[in-house]
């Protein structure tokens, strides 16, 4: 994915860019979000999307491991990290 191109774009394109490129990872409840995480090249994201009408409130893109944590009960990340 050309990543200027993924940063320059609104919230709705984001979230269509990672789902349509990145592999889904797992997926959380937050308050009151759906929160879907997704592998895109190299980097990770989250689409939140309201769970009272599954609109797109927030795309987060990051390669912190930290920002990980919510994930890691659930998900083995390792392969992703070369590990």
């Known amino acids: 994915m050309n990543q200027p191109y993924f ?20 997926d959380r409840l937050n308050g009151e979000h759906f ?16 769970r009272d009408n599954y609109e797109v409130d927030l795309v987060l893109s990051f390669k912190s491991l930290a920002l990980l944590e919510p994930y890691l009960e659930e998900v083995n990340i390792a392969p992703l990290l070369g590990l």
């Open 7 to 26: 940063f320059c774009n609104k919230r709705e394109q984001k979230a269509a860019l990672i789902r349509a490129q990145g592999k889904f990872l797992a």
């Open 35 to 50: 929160v879907y995480l997704f592998s895109v090249d190299s980097f990770f994201a989250e689409i939140w999307y309201r």
